[in-house]
């Protein structure tokens, strides 16, 4: 039996996708506006069911359990690696945790939690994001907080399936993240 896999965002946030590089490319920073720090880079999500993320609460109507649906009310819960490359023996540079609801009838949409910890070349922390999953297009997830290096941080994490067949799912996880001019140290 195959079960839907949602971005944890990430997931969510999954997590990211730091200290390693940038497909291919590394991480880089930029200022703009009025002295905004800013650093963008990518990771990769991989999702296992039932061995990194599982089915918590059955839902109660719509589509069935699939690679890509699950029915409405199912709650979810993850805790996949997140690597500098689509293949899942690159380097792991992100843990992303979290739980997400289906919150769609046709089973493909879901409201996502994640708190992604990054431990990337010159910076070292979490970021948590929130938002509306859909699980076969992309996703902007807000990020909502962080801590360590990003602290007060700002910005979005975007969420896109890279491969959907199989029992391991994987996303591309796309980091936008801005540090406002009072956060940034001197």
Known sequence: MAYSVHPSIFLLLFLLHFGCQATPSSPHHHHHHQELKSLHFSLFQHETI???????????????????????GTIFAFQDPMTTTPNASSRVAGIAEGASITSSLDGLRSISMAKITLNLKGYKGSI??????????????????????????QGYVRSSPVNLEGITVVYKIEFHLYWPPYAVHA
Not at 128 to 153: A, C, Q, R, W, Y
Request: overall charge neutral.
């Open 50 to 72: 039932n061995k990194t993320g599982y089915i918590i609460v059955n839902g109660v109507a719509g589509e069935g359990v699939t690679q890509t649906t699950t029915p409405f």
């Open 128 to 153: 948590s994001v929130l938002g509306g999953t859909h699980n076969i297009k992309p996703s902007n997830h807000p990020v909502v907080g962080g801590t360590g290096d990003f602290m007060f941080i």
